[in-house]
Nanobody
Framework: DVQLVESGGGSVQPGGSLRLSCVAS????????MGWFRQGLGLEREGVAAISIRGGLQGGTTYYADSVKGRFTISQDDAQTTVYLQMDSLKPEDTAMYYC???????????????????WGQGTQVTVS
């Protein structure tokens, strides 16, 4: 079964940076999508960023919510087993529980849709204050 292990959450001042990591294991498929989602208190879970893994012409393609474009960067390691979310210029409104998610197949067009992912990590708290 697919398992996701997250790390990197913490507390930072506005304008600071954090780097989240998500390691996926247990996949028996060559192609999958991994994404980052977040949920603030009293708010619905929203898609933050996603990346297509081993997706042919779409492989490495990234997707971002408008609220984080230019500040957050999603990437993968060379082994294509770990996905990172580099968060720069953090704002108080970025405070949320961040979740790593994964599923088989390409990201598009479901990249930032929470209901399109079958596997989820435990979440890691990010606090900007």
């Amino acid at each position: 079964d697919v398992q996701l292990v997250e790390s990197g959450g913490g507390s930072v001042q506005p304008g600071g940076s954090l780097r989240l990591s998500c390691v996926a294991s247990g996949y028996s498929y060559s192609q999958y999508c991994m994404g980052w989602f977040r949920q603030g208190l009293g708010l619905e879970r929203e898609g933050v960023a996603a990346i297509s893994i081993r997706g042919g012409l779409q492989g490495g393609t990234t997707y971002y919510a408008d609220s984080v474009k230019g500040r957050f960067t999603i990437s993968q390691d060379d082994a294509q087993t770990t996905v990172y979310l580099q968060m720069d210029s953090l704002k108080p409104e970025d405070t949320a529980m961040y979740y790593c998610a994964a599923d088989t197949g390409l990201c598009w067009p479901r990249a930032l849709r929470t209901y399109e992912y079958n596997y989820w990590g435990q979440g890691t708290q990010v606090t900007v204050s």
